[in-house]
């Protein structure tokens, strides 16, 4: 009988698979067994998964997409209209995007809107639309609760249909208003101060200031989101109905059956009507209309590719320690496999096996707690922060399944350097237990140097460029420089053991140690280096960021002082205001010598100059005939404005001057008998002179105004009445119609001087008293409100005043210069806490293995008669070094990537395009060196601590 020939069970796919299955039959197994370093693998693998995970998660929530974005911003509707404008659009998608007009740009007038009127937008829109419509409407408003003032926003509803809104405004408890009279509060109200029931007092903001309070009743709280355009989406602090405001931005939701199509757009925007469209939103390639300039793609593919490259590297180093002990430890078994016959490819996949076990294990675990952590930060930054995180949670399953997949690969790759040793395992050496690292290739250490200066020379290189063309070779150099590092490990191990007889013996033997058994170090050594080098670029980057931000901040007044921004005509009540806020402050209103209300025939006055005629020190940005601004030689101090920051001549009362610079009783009495002060010119001769660029100043301290030209202590200046043209252009003075003024000067000191200074103008050039201005002809406008207070102003009298001066004056605010402060203290905390537990978890972990893998020497010095202490100090020692070696190899290689990235940060752009590099980077050695000094000495602690008893004494057989 003819029988069917079988398959040949000796293939080398079936040999492949059966290999495969016995490998990670024997994983499992080997993970069971060793729980406890298997939960610590799990630790060092799954720690990168879990905070790349949870700050995924939180990532993907606050970017809102289209489908995320659109319904609150339409509701239910097919797109939302805007007031009509008198010219035509031509927008984009977005109705804020507007697209360039042929010829000279102007847009010719828009068509009239059929029975457009006053008050009868809703249904001439409505009309012209063949829809029905829901006006929603926003406002910036001051809220008062109690004593307590705020800047919110208001957004006013048609609440007919409340169903059409939704999600935009929604309803959460509480019921819907009924009237202007009462509102719901919103989550970010309440977390700014407002509370959930009772009467508050509302302001909205007018086109003439703001209207009068009136009471509001909370009856609830909900939702409710202004949004202009595709790309603005703004929370509000209330809810209401529509509010009656000529300063509220007003739009009507469209409801109709058919979508809003993009020639329905095209159409409106020849009435001077912007829309939002639904449909033209989820279907861009049916808009004609592009942008004039192109805009840059997007930038999740890059971040997220950078992050997985860098999951890559900090996973396969912080693993590296711990297969590479777990290798050593299957040493022996891997031997006797391999006298049996066993193949180098079987002995690989054994190794291999257990990384694909625990890197499986590790990545679900990461994950799991990861999207656990992402949603719980989501949960909490929702509660604290309402502002921040307004769509829905968003769990990015597949950015997760990438995580997790780069992460076994880590675990993998991890592995696979131990292995490679595996083709040259001495069977014999093994098996007498006296397998020692082989001797060290120059060709390794060789390669590492190359690599490590061509990385550093390519990331250099790349930060001198275009940051958007050079982020490949940035990012290219940067892996450069860390594998040429590890590269060098084991030459740096060797190195140091060479020349450790000059180090005390704890440390001379475990030197010695680590360079006997190099392949157990290295790895060690390389997930300690990954997390120093992630706190260098982090802390360089942060200290060039903080840099760039404090150098492009401008102080408004002098530290410590406060500047009260409020109408002009209300800076005087307002001074009383600050005055009455405690016995030590001290206001001052600084007077413009100028009636804003006319020209013609108005006095003015300006100093005198050598050598330049009254035509040339009089011109002013008018236009017509007159020069633009003075030249440098003629600019002078004068009454009326001028392009030159610091050439004013203002006013101010003499009692508030007195108390506020602190005048003596000599300067008091010169400005009262008529005299013009100024800052004393020896004090301000080596400070830059001023110049006609509009610019304002950057450092108060810095500031030199303009000098009087004076003889014998008399300042001369010519006084006349304005005359201009029929253009509007002011005439030069005729000789007759000018009167010389001769006024004594007195000095202040520059102290005295920089409290006067509001870096937008540049502070006055020369100050006269208000009754000297009036005495002199000079009309007074209040333009500035200044206060200091004796010993300064602190954070607690700053919001006292603030309250009283917005209770006066609703949209008035009272603010202390401090300078530049960081307002992300608690993010940066979080951030610094958490690269130090990856530091100290990395440490701590693989000196934990490594220690594990010391016992035999611990037995073996035991049985010599070393006592517990000696054999602390030689684990400490161990731990000291090994952690020390890695943190200072770290702070190297984070070096030229740091740096890299803080020359991007620091450098600034002219007006013309002209790049200009930071001459200095700063580096803030303090927080890098002190993690680099505490991690280590902590790690040395513990594994000081960790050894109690005495250890089994065995024999050994070297």
């Given amino acids: ?123 001439a829109l409505a009309e012209l639309l063949g829809a029905r419509l829901t006006e929603i409407s926003s406002v910036p408003a001051t809220i008062r609760s109690g004593e307590h003032f705020l800047s919110g926003l208001v ?85 209401t109905t ?123 675990v990461g994950a799991g707690l990861g999207v656990a952590s992402g949603l719980a930060a989501v949960l909490v930054t929702r509660h604290v922060r309402p502002d921040l995180l307004f769509g829905p949670t968003q769990v990015p399953w597949a950015a997760v399944a990438l995580v997790a997949a780069t992460a076994v690969l880590s675990s993998v790759v991890a592995a696979v350097i131990p292995t490679r040793g595996l083709g040259r395992l001495d069977v014999v050496s093994v098996l007498r237990g006296q397998s020692v690292s082989p001797r060290l ?150 007077d413009d010598l100028v009636d804003y209300s006319t020209e013609k025939g108005r006095l003015v006055l300006a100093a005198q100059r050598p050598g330049c005629s009254a035509a040339q020190i009089a011109p002013q940005l008018v236009g017509g005939n007159v020069p633009q601004s003075p030249s440098s030689a003629c600019a002078t101090v004068a009454s009326f404005g001028r392009d030159v920051p610091g050439s004013s001549l203002q006013g101010a009362d003499l009692g508030d001057l007195t108390a506020y610079a602190d005048l003596t009783p000599a300067q008091q009495g010169a400005l009262a008998s008529g005299a013009v002060a100024v800052v004393d010119p020896t004090e301000v001769a080596g400070l830059p ?12 301290d810095a500031v030199r105004p303009l000098s009087l030209d004076e003889s014998g202590g008399v300042a001369t200046f010519a006084r006349w009445r304005l005359a201009v043209d029929d253009s ?77 001066v917005r209770a006066r004056q609703g949209e008035a605010t009272f603010v202390v210069e401090r300078g530049y402060q960081r307002d992300d203290g608690l993010a940066l905390l979080v951030l610094f806490g958490v690269i130090g537990l990856v530091i100290l978890v990395a440490t701590l972990i693989a000196t934990a293995l490594s220690q594990a893998e010391n016992a035999p020497l611990l037995r073996t010095l035991a049985a010599v008669g070393a006592t517990r202490r000696t054999r602390r100090a030689l684990a400490g020692s161990q731990a000291l070094y090994l952690g020390l070696l890695g943190a200072v190899l770290g702070v190297l290689v984070g070096l030229a990537p740091g740096l890299g990235v803080a020359r991007v940060v620091l450098t600034t752009f002219a007006d013309d395009g002209t790049r200009s590099l930071p001459a200095t980077i700063p580096v803030p050695w303090l927080q890098i060196v002190l993690p680099v000094l505490v991690v280590p000495v902590v790690a040395g602690a513990l594994a000081w601590v960790s050894i109690r008893r005495a250890p089994v004494v065995v024999r050994r057989a070297t």
């Fill in 689 to 700: 002179l001023p110049s006609p660029d509009g610019h304002p100043v950057r450092d108060v």
């Fill in 1 to 123: 009988m003819e029988t069917t020939p079988s398959r040949e069970p000796g293939s080398r796919l079936e040999q492949w698979r059966a290999g495969w299955r016995v490998s990670l039959r024997m994983a499992r197994r080997d993970v069971r067994r060793h729980r406890g370093r298997s939960l610590l693998i799990v630790v060092m693998v799954g720690l990168p998964v879990l905070l790349l995970t949870a700050a995924t998660t939180l990532w993907f929530t606050d970017d809102l997409d289209d489908s995320e974005r659109l319904p609150l911003q339409l509701g239910q509707s097919q797109g939302f209209v805007l007031e009509p404008q008198p010219v035509q659009q031509r927008q984009l998608i977005d109705p804020m995007s507007q697209q360039g007009w042929p010829g000279d740009g102007t847009p010719p007038p828009a068509r009239p809107v059929p029975g457009l009127t006053p008050g009868s937008e809703l249904h």
């Fill in 441 to 590: 290739r120059r060709r390794v250490p060789v390669a590492g140097a190359v690599l490590v200066v061509a990385g550093a020379a390519l990331v250099t290189w790349a930060s001198f460029g275009e940051p958007h063309s050079a982020i490949a070779s940035f990012v290219g150099g940067s892996v450069a420089v860390v594998i040429g590092a590890l590269l060098l490990v084991p030459l740096a191990l060797a190195l140091v053991a060479r020349s450790a007889h000059r180090l005390p013996l704890p440390l001379r033997i475990a030197a010695r140690e680590a360079g006997r058994q190099r392949g157990r170090a290295t790895p060690t050594v390389a997930a300690i280096m990954a997390g120093a080098s992630v706190l260098v670029v982090v802390c360089i980057a942060l200290e060039a960021e903080t840099t760039r931000a404090a150098r492009d901040h401008v102080d408004l007044v002098r530290q410590g002082e406060a500047l009260v921004q409020a109408p002009a005509q209300r800076l005087g009540d307002l001074a009383e205001t600050v005055r009455a806020g405690a016995p030590n402050l001290h206001p001052l209103v600084l």
């Fill in 155 to 239: 957004v006013g509803a048609d609440l007919a249909d409340p169903s059409v809104l939704a999600p935009r405004v929604t309803l959460q408890s509480g019921r819907w208003p009924s009237g202007p009279g009462e509102a719901l509060v919103t989550p970010q109200g309440i977390e700014h101060g407002l509370p959930s029931a009772g009467t508050l007092g509302l302001r909205a903001l007018g086109s003439n200031g703001e209207q009068p309070e009136r009471a509001v009743t909370i009856v609830g709280v909900g939702l409710g989101f202004e949004s202009q355009g595709a790309a603005y989406l703004q929370p509000a602090d209330l809810v």
């Fill in 728 to 804: 509007g252009a002011w005439l030069p003075p005729r000789a007759r119609d000018i009167e010389t003024v001769r006024l004594p000067v007195v000095h202040l000191s520059k102290e005295q001087w920089t409290r006067l200074v509001v870096s937008y103008s540049g502070g006055p050039a020369a100050l006269v008293t208000t009754d000297t201005a009036r005495r002199l002809g000079l009309p007074v406008s209040p333009t500035v409100l200044l206060a200091r207070a004796d010993g300064g102003i602190s954070p607690d009298l700053e919001a006292r005043v603030n309250d009283a």
């Fill in 242 to 364: 529509p509010v009656t405001s000529d300063y509220a931005a007003r739009q009507w939701l469209v409801q109709r059956a058919e979508p809003i199509t993009w020639s329905d757009v095209e159409r409106l925007n020849t009435y001077g009507i912007g829309v939002f469209s639904r449909y033209v939103a989820e279907h861009p390639e049916t808009v004609t209309r592009h942008a004039d300039h192109a805009v840059g793609g997007s930038t999740t593919v890059l971040v997220v590719s950078l992050s997985s490259l860098g999951l890559v590297l900090l996973t396969t180093l912080l693993a590296g320690p711990a297969f590479a002990v777990s290798a050593a430890r299957q040493r022996h078994t891997l031997a006797l496999a391999a006298s049996n016959g066993a193949t180098t490819r079987q002995l690989r996949r054994t190794v291999l096996g257990q990384a694909l076990v625990l890197g499986v294990l590790s990545a679900l």
